[in-house]
């Protein structure tokens, strides 16, 4: 059995009528729902409805990850896969966002999906889910700062390469820059976080300017492929036994580039009026990654003129020789690639946000060691400062396998968009479970109503698609350079969680079902 919660874990309804005059409360609202799931009100609530969106939008970042991940449409599936596979992708999203979007209405926390499995789950297997999901989203998270600060990275060695052709990629070069970019992103968080909203907007004007500044630049410079290529050549460049097989492949690369909308969860407890505001941002910010991502979409098939030049670029990036060859200047290239960078460094900055909330609230509720200290809020910070300094740690150490094998690196950040599914899996299984049951569900200001259980079914077989194929290599034959080895340390990853419940979790860990007040 474990322990007891100490009483300074938990927020009495006293403590919440007399928190008017506290900065941190936010609304009435928030307030009863802080006293509902029986947590004390830690994080400033200064997050709203624009900065919400934002926020969101930015670590999405869906027109930017389309640009650096069409490698995987035009390997698999060719023009037309990268269209039609991203409308799919774009829908299948939507219902999956919708799901998310309810349940933070019903339990807006930083928790996110461990707390709402361990809350909706059948009792009987609430506990374990509960802790095998929290692991998941915190593998999810913490891979997700070293991936995009890689990427960033990348991009400016590219760079250097584009500028200077003699460069030669050194893959201690991109470990330093990896660890230089996180850094950035960490003094962001630690010295600007009470004003990290106004710093979102701020982020999100630089998205909608980049985003228009590159789709006008490719649309009056680049030649046109013809529509017909565009809209109907299906290819399969990566020697499947059949067409099909190639462009459900390359389903992938559009979904990495709409995944991760439950990084403003993780921010729920720094939001005012939660319930309400975060869905909305949700599911506004889904609407415009979608509709931008599309043009983007659009306009690279038609400009990216000849892909075999595009895909054995010498930078590495196909987006990259595209914006030359359209442009046939190293200074305009530069100047378009500087934009796609700076808004992954923005990208990075919201994760270390989402990443070190996610961390902090799994530590509180006992999932991980030395919990105690990882969900330390030093009072008038009113940030997880030792979660964010973890995160850092953490980027610093997966950098550093870059060092000895770029194929081992590479399967470790990967393991982030499958281990993030799963959490959004196990989550609208539990809800869905309980609609089936005709279980009442929380109250909640954002609701699918009668769409309930038909977008949660819809989520649940899109998601099952793209967790199949998240784990198939982009070629056959394979070799040890080009396998997909994230089903290997994903394995690994889950056997550790497990073992590490039985023998340690499950006698300190209860889940946060515990303290949840079920009357009110």
């Known amino acids: 059995m474990a322990k007891a919660y100490d009483e300074k874990e938990m927020m009495s309804v006293a403590e919440v009528m007399g928190a008017d005059a506290n900065p941190l409360a936010g609304t009435a609202e928030d307030q009863d729902d802080m006293t509902r ?86 009792p009987g297997v609430q506990k374990f889910l509960s802790f095998l999901t929290g692991w998941l989203a ?28 003699s460069y030669v990629f050194e893959r201690w070069h991109g470990t330093l820059l990896i660890i230089a970019v996180a850094t950035v992103a960490i003094c962001l968080n630690i010295f600007f976080a009470k004003q990290l909203p106004r710093i979102e907007i701020f982020m999100l004007v630089l998205h909608f300017v980049g985003f228009f500044a590159i789709v006008i630049a490719l649309w009056v410079t680049a030649p046109r492929t013809p529509a017909k290529i565009v809209i109907t050549d299906f290819q399969n460049n990566g020697g499947w036994p059949n067409l099909g097989l190639s462009v459900l492949i390359g389903l992938t690369g559009p979904v990495y580039s709409m995944i991760a909308s439950d990084c403003a969860v993780h921010m729920a407890e720094e939001i005012k009026d939660a319930s309400r505001i975060l869905p909305l941002g949700m599911v506004w910010s889904m609407i415009i990654s979608a509709i931008s991502g599309f043009i983007m979409v659009l306009t690279f098939c038609f400009s990216v003129g000849d892909v075999e030049a595009a895909l054995s670029s010498p930078t590495g990036q196909p987006y990259i020789q595209v914006f030359y060859n359209a442009t046939g200047s190293r200074a305009g290239t ?10 992954t460094l923005c990208n990075i900055v919201n994760n270390v946000a989402s990443a070190s909330r996610q961390l902090y609230a799994f530590a509180r509720d006992r999932g991980l060691p030395c919990s105690s200290t990882l969900s330390y809020v030093k009072p008038g910070w009113a940030i997880p400062l030792n979660s964010i300094l973890v995160c850092f740690i953490v980027t610093c150490l997966l950098s550093l396998i870059n060092i000895g094998s770029a194929v081992a690196f590479n399967a470790i950040v990967s393991l982030g968009a499958a281990a993030l599914f799963s959490t959004y899996a196990i989550s609208i299984t539990c809800i869905l479970i309980k609609r089936w049951r005709g279980e009442p569900l929380r109250p909640r200001r954002w609701s699918l109503g009668k769409w309930g259980a038909p977008v949660n079914v819809a989520a649940m077989l899109f998601m099952a698609l793209f967790y199949f194929f998240s784990f198939w290599p982009l070629f056959t034959p394979t070799e040890a350079a080009t396998m997909n080895w994230s089903i290997a340390i994903y394995g690994v990853v889950v056997s ?9 979790g499950r006698l300190v860990y209860d889940g946060p079902v515990v303290l949840v007040k079920k009357d009110l």
């Open 37 to 122: 799931i029986g947590k004390k009100q830690e994080l400033l609530r200064n997050f709203q409805f624009l900065s919400v969106l934002a926020f969101t939008t930015v670590i999405i970042a869906t027109w930017e990850t389309v640009l650096y991940t069409v490698s995987y449409g035009l390997i698999n599936g060719g023009l037309a896969g990268l269209i039609w596979m991203f409308v799919v992708a774009a829908v299948g999203m939507s219902t999956v966002v919708l799901s998310l979007a309810e349940m933070a209405s019903m339990a807006p926390t930083s928790g996110g999906q461990y707390h709402w499995v361990s809350e909706f789950a059948p």
């Open 138 to 165: 915190t593998l999810a998270w913490q891979t997700g700062i070293a991936s995009g600060s890689y990427l960033t990275a990348s991009q400016i060695q590219a760079l250097m390469l584009l500028n200077d052709p």
């Open 334 to 343: 530069t100047f378009m690639t500087v934009v796609i960078a700076t808004m």
């Open 496 to 504: 550790f969680a497990v073992v590490y419940y039985y023998t340690h």
